[in-house]
């Protein structure tokens, strides 16, 4: 019980490593080639990210990506470069396991730098975001949280949850409701090139901090220091009896009721806090029973165990977790409520021309959108749902004052009708899975409008998705997975 794990990374182990961890030691032939991942000939690497201004931009986002080009768990990476110069860099990459010997090597090389397209509206948006964002301390109220039945939505579909993991910190960050609400479920994805962490069986939470680089589209933008933070705590109503076991009850029914099934999540009781917990590692401890409780998730057959603490919360603290997920540059949002979906989940969007829906619709005057849901945390595209997508997206101006309906095109080629609601400038309809879809003038005039006081047009949008292609071996049925 209440046993620690210091884990001391990039932020404070790289800083030192020239001084600490000479160059020495044998290295082995894997070894040696680990900087061909980042530089093939030893020399040379590219990275696709806006330019740094210098070594401390270096440090901020830059570093997060050749982290991640390196892509080991037991190795860290620091890249330095001129202050006057950021191509004239020098990359160290130590192990930082207990699994092998000390292994330092330091390695002088050139780096360009491959900067997006010029887009005013992902600059301006990513630019806001970062400055939104709060100066970091050491404050874990400042972390981005996962917490409440948003941390069991983490735990059920992240493959590795340990804060210690890298990736897994990383993937945690879009689970985060402060996330979500602060960045409207966008399409941005993030580093956390975790520096500190503390973590532990018996403690109530884990912490991973560091250097935030945002990427939108595979490039990195900018960063930020941040931690996040998976708080293990569970509200229950507070109409709920003061005893152990109603605490049980009322935890438990409240999961089974955001799942929708019973036994992939068990609540127990664990134990009164003071046999080992450590309290000052505790948010709001005086808000307990005084008693923590184990809290066993399965997935894919295999069951983990988290401690838990249960409090009483308000209407806020008791709302249910649904995803959302908006595409920054046509201002699509997609929501849907299965617990199922992952709430990392992120929506890209691509505008599509496809000669085969000319043929099926007998015109050219129509709009296409290939659409992809992919989950970081699972690790691939998802395609159906348990529940309705609900998809809303802007009226564009050359559909104004046009009747306009969406059609969805199955395997025989056959149309298939949606029915459309249009109100404030945006169309909105329901699907389940995504596949063909298109956007045309409604002949039939079929569609529904909701009343506006301020304009009384019938407005109605047509949306089209391109099946993508190789879904066959990536795509998921959620409901499989689980069941």
């Known amino acids: 019980m209440n046993k620690v794990q210091k884990i001391l990374g990039v932020l404070v182990v790289s800083l030192f490593s020239c001084v600490v961890f000479p160059n020495f030691v044998s290295a082995t032939e894997y070894e040696e080639n680990l900087i061909k991942r980042i530089a093939p000939d030893g020399k040379n690497v590219t990275i696709k990210a806006i330019k740094p ?91 981005f949280k996962v917490t409440d039945l948003g941390l069991i ?16 910190a990383s ?45 939108y589209n595979g490039y990195a933008y900018g960063g930020k220091q941040q931690g996040v933070y998976l708080r293990r ?28 099934q019973k036994g992939l999540v068990t609540v127990s009781y664990g134990g009164d806090l003071s046999s080992g917990i450590a309290l000052d590692s505790l948010v709001d401890v005086d808000r307990t029973d005084g008693n923590y409780y184990n809290i066993s998730v399965t997935v894919n057959d295999v069951v983990k165990t988290y401690p838990f603490y ?72 998802i395609e159906k749902s348990n529940d309705k997508f609900l998809v809303r997206m802007p009226l564009p101006e050359e559909y104004e004052d046009k009747s306009l309906i969406v059609y969805y095109i199955n ?29 045309t003038e409604n002949t039939n005039n079929t569609v529904v409008e909701t009343p506006n006081t301020l304009d009384n047009i019938s407005l109605y949008f047509i949306f089209g998705i391109i099946s993508v292609m190789g879904l066959v071996s990536t795509s998921i049925y959620l409901n499989k997975r689980y069941n």
């Not at 025989?412 to 298109?438: C, L, M, P, Q, R």
Request: glycine content about 4%; hydrophobic content about 30%.
């Open 310 to 381: 249960i409090m009483k919360g308000s209407t806020e603290d008791l709302t249910v977790p649904t995803y959302l997920g908006s595409d920054i540059e046509s201002n699509i949002t997609i929501t849907n409520s299965d617990p199922y979906i992952p709430l990392d989940t992120s929506l890209t969007v691509k505008n599509v021309i496809d000669d085969n829906i000319k043929k099926i619709l007998g015109t050219n005057n129509y709009k296409a959108f290939d659409i992809k849901l992919y989950s970081d945390g699972l690790g691939a595209l």
């Open 153 to 168: 939505n983490y735990y059920m579909t992240s493959e590795k949850s340990e804060l210690w993991n890298p990736n897994a």
């Open 53 to 143: 201004k210098n070594d401390e931009e270096v440090f901020r986002y830059i570093n997060g990506i050749a982290q991640t080009m390196l892509n080991e768990e037991d190795y860290d990476l620091y890249m330095t470069c001129d202050n006057d110069d950021v191509t004239k860099c020098n990359i160290t990459i130590q192990e930082i396991s207990d699994k092998a010997e000390n292994f330092t090597k330091s390695y002088d090389v050139n780096v360009t730098y491959i900067e997006p397209e010029k887009n005013s509206i992902i600059e301006s948006y990513i630019n806001n975001y970062l400055g939104d964002l709060k100066d970091f301390n050491w404050d874990v109220d400042d972390f």
């Open 411 to 439: 395997s025989n080629n056959e149309k298939e009708e949606h029915t459309v609601t249009v109100k404030d400038g945006y169309a909105t309809f329901e699907t389940n899975h995504f596949s063909t879809y298109i956007l």
């Open 233 to 260: 705590v569970l509200y229950i109503p507070e109409s709920t009896e003061n005893t152990k076991e109603a605490y049980v009850a009322a935890a438990q029914k409240r999961i089974d009721d955001y799942l929708g």
């Open 171 to 215: 993937r945690a960050i879009k689970y985060s409701k402060d996330v979500i609400e602060m960045t409207n479920g966008s399409n941005l994805s993030f580093i956390l090139r975790t520096g500190m962490g503390e973590q532990g069986d018996d403690l109530m939470y884990e912490t991973a901090v560091g250097e935030m680089t945002v990427l």
